[in-house]
């Protein structure tokens, strides 16, 4: 017997004791239910230091719940900021690709005829036809382009597909009929090209069928 005080309870009735810790393995019987309570002296933890261990079990785990709770928050914002971080370029990178078709479409109309659409006066779109009158408005999303094709040739051309490629964008012109000397008006709408990136454009003479005098 060494003084130190242990805390038990009957198993059979919850009875609870406070006894003196044994030296050996001690028996008794429970005053409530009679029954058998085995005490050893190694098994047995004081109530006061359970307790303890208690309360530092809950405060640790406390700690480690709000830690846990800290990484997520922190790692949900890092995952936010990734994704933001990946939209922008997302963003950068579809800007630099219209840039480059924009380059691209400048490129290609530098090798061919450049019509200046802000010129209403006469210009040469090749293969016998010119162009004139031209006026470029904004309109819905692209530009409304208007204009007069005239027919330099000495035949008469029907059913006319001219293309006119403007920033990005391509769009093929349908007239029914140009006389020789003559000229027929046109009106057409070009979505998704910047009022301020149609200024040139390239007019390309597709097909027609022509009809001769005799
Ligand atoms: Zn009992």
Redesign the pocket.
Known sequence: MNGEKIFIV?E??G?KYRINKPDEKRVFN?K????KIVVYPSTQIDSSNKKEINNSITIIISIISIILALIAIIYTENTNKEIDNVKNETMNLNSEVNDLQFYLANQRLEISNLIDLSNSSIQDIGDGFKVAELNTSKHMTGVKIKGRVINMTSCTHQSINFKIYISNQEKTIFITQISPGHSTSFDTYIPDVPIEKARWATFKYIESVLKFKI
Not at 32 to 35: K, T, V
């Open positions: 009957c059979n009735c009875k429970c409530e239910c009679d029954e």
